[in-house]
């Protein structure tokens, strides 16, 4: 059984455990303040031409999505996002249960609109209702979908003209980073107030870090960090390991992977229509429910939306590790369920 279910199934890249091993019997300072921490934060400055950033590591996506907005907002303030966001549907209300609601509009394509924004924004008039203070995105979006420069441009302006802040969730940076025309990090850096680099699924053991850009959100953040949890003792073991990911072009190599096993998974798809429209490591066929069926005896993957009586959309996911034996493998069962 061959797992295309998710893009964290695996381990870590080699040169992350390679470097894992070699540090280990070192002894470092705890909290995050070791030296390995601090190279990987000043390469990071280094690569994004900016020494006025905070950086900050913890562990899983959702812990960030909450640690970072949970401290960002008054209490009777609320976040924005599209309805397939990953606050809004698979981090089991951990928004919620810190006292901010989040408001939502059906997705275009995975992604979220200034004109979404705006209706929102209209909605909400007075003291009687929650405020709108923050607007999250994903990049890539949940349904693999991916944010053009001058989309982030015209959302960071709208929320600047509209006193919100920006927040992109980079669970998945590197394979957006990875392709053409799609904003780089020095274009996040100046277009958001703060978003943070996917470890988890971009080839780390796990770890996420998160970038603060607007001064209002930097003060006492380590506070917010430890009240919450979040603080990692081993701090030194997530900065091994983005120092890995920020060096040698390794975080991007590892998108670029990525995103080609998923384009020859979208070759070998051509005879079928595609959910959305997804250029990343997430791929989204609409195939019949007996293809469906034969395939799930060799491999795994997320049926997601029933499509009509006869037809279901399933989501494919590519890795670091995903090899393109089993790519062309799971294509070849595809080809036979055509021509038979």
């Not at 695996?10 to 601090?38: F, M, R, S, V």
């Not at 998160?210 to 949890?229: A, H, S």
């Not at 979040?230 to 890995?244: T, Y």
């Not at 429910?289 to 060799?298: A, Y």
Request: proline share 2%; with cysteine; net charge negative.
């Amino acid at each position: 059984m061959y797992s295309f279910t998710n893009d964290y199934s695996e381990g870590a890249h080699p040169k992350i455990i390679e470097a894992l091993l070699k540090t280990n019997y070192e002894q470092c300072e705890g909290y995050g303040l070791d030296k390995y921490c601090l190279e990987a934060t000043n390469i990071l400055k280094k690569l994004v031409d900016n020494n006025d950033i905070d950086v900050h590591y913890l562990v899983g996506g959702t812990q960030t999505n909450a640690v970072f907005i949970s401290s960002s907002l008054k209490q009777y303030q609320a976040v924005i996002a599209v309805d397939s966001g990953h606050i809004n549907v698979h981090e089991t209300g951990a928004i919620e249960a810190t006292g901010h609601k989040v408001l939502t509009r059906p997705h275009l394509n995975g992604k979220l609109t200034v004109n979404m924004i705006k209706s929102i924004i209209d909605e909400h008039i007075d003291e009687h209702m929650v405020q709108p203070k923050m607007v999250y995105i994903s990049q890539t979006t949940e349904y693999g979908s991916v944010y053009t420069l001058n989309e982030l441009k015209d959302i960071y302006h709208f929320c600047k003209a509209n006193n919100l802040y920006l927040f992109v969730d980079g669970a998945r940076l590197g394979s957006a980073l990875a392709l053409e025309n799609t904003p780089t990090l020095k274009d996040l850096v100046n277009y958001s107030d703060a978003f943070y680099i996917g470890g988890t699924k971009m080839g780390a053991l796990f770890g996420e870090c998160l970038v603060i850009i607007n001064d209002q959100l930097k003060t006492d953040f380590r506070y917010n960090i430890k009240q919450r949890g979040a603080m990692l003792a081993k701090g030194r073991l997530l900065g091994v390991q983005f120092k890995e990911l920020f060096s040698n072009n390794l975080y991007i190599e590892i998108g670029k992977h990525e995103n080609l096993m998923a384009d020859i998974l979208r070759a070998g798809l051509k005879d079928f229509d595609m959910y959305v429209d997804s250029p990343s490591n997430q791929v989204f066929p609409i195939l019949p429910k007996k293809l469906i069926e034969k395939l799930k005896q060799d491999y795994s993957f997320i049926v997601m939306d029933q499509i009509d009586d006869n037809h279901n959309c399933i989501r494919l996911v590519t890795s670091w590790a995903t090899q393109r034996k089993e790519v062309e493998e799971f294509i070849k069962e595809i080809n036979q369920f055509i021509n038979d």
